[in-house]
């Protein structure tokens, strides 16, 4: 079956609910000439603003994401947000280990398979970020970065959880700086990446997973970069914080 494109905005940190209300209102009339069926949309915004979001994309065909999750159900967690908290608000995706929180906040592969069993547990849809440094391509060890840290976010995770994971390659090198991996040198980092899938899960669930390039991925490069044989979609950063250029680039991606 072929795979369905999907394409996510991260937000990051940016945008008020009283923001989110007016960016939302604009994505909800843009993205009316897109089809649900050709490909899943999905905003995550800071979570002070996904209720705004939530009400707001009511109806429209753009889900909803957050941007972390914590592991444990409650607790003793200054900061953190819980599974429960994400899925009661209405949640249907959510982001863990993006680079950001690699680099600033201590995450490691360790964390983001207990955050995934998390997500998981929940029924959350996890978008599983995963990529590596400059210094570590330029010093060849790009798949041996991304090996590792595929087989720390999965360790323990059964076959029929796979099936629910969204993986986001996300070369550190290109997000917000403007330096796009050319769609050919992603392909062949997909590639590696759905191969190390197969090792974990077998070549059927391998074909099956959805895979996404983020790195400043906008309307000019969308359309080549998701042709790619192993490019499902993306993970978008600057590019998704206006409805005009968000629209521009879905809609080229499946053009
Ligand atoms: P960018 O960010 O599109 O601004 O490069 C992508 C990301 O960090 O998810």
Redesign the pocket.
């Known amino acids: 079956m072929a795979r369905k494109v999907f394409i996510a905005g991260?937000w990051?940190m940016n945008k008020t609910a009283a923001e989110t209300v007016e960016l939302c209102k604009a994505l909800k009339e843009k993205f009316a000439d897109i089809c649900p069926n050709c490909v899943d949309v999905a905003v995550c915004p800071p979570f002070t603003s996904i209720a705004a979001a939530i009400a707001e994309l009511k109806g429209s065909n753009i889900k909803v994401g957050a941007q972390n999750i914590h592991w444990a159900d409650n607790g003793a967690f200054t900061g953190e947000i819980s599974g429960a908290m994400l899925k009661e608000m209405g949640v249907e995706y959510v982001i863990i280990g993006?680079?950001?929180r690699r680099q600033y906040f201590g995450e490691t592969d360790e964390t983001v398979n207990k955050r995934l069993q998390a997500a998981l547990k929940y029924d959350l849809k996890p978008i599983v970020c995963i990529g590596e440094t400059l210094d570590e391509r330029e010093g060849g060890k790009t798949e041996a970065v991304l090996e590792k840290q595929i087989k720390g976010a999965f360790a323990g995770i059964k076959e029929c959880c796979f099936k629910k994971v969204v993986i986001a390659y996300?070369p550190v090198w290109?997000?917000?700086?403007g330096k796009t991996a050319t769609p050919e040198m992603a392909e062949e980092t997909h590639k590696f990446i759905r191969k190390v899938c197969a090792e974990l899960y077998g070549e059927a669930l391998a074909e099956e997973a959805v895979i996404q390039y983020?790195?400043?991925?906008k309307p000019e490069n969308s359309q080549q970069l998701v042709a790619q044989k192993d490019i499902d979609g993306g993970?978008?950063?600057?590019?998704a914080l206006k409805a005009d250029s968000f629209h521009d680039l879905v809609k080229n991606a499946i053009a």
């Open positions: 991260n990051k993006h680079s950001e996300e290109a997000i917000g700086t983020g790195g400043s991925m993970l978008i950063g600057g590019a």
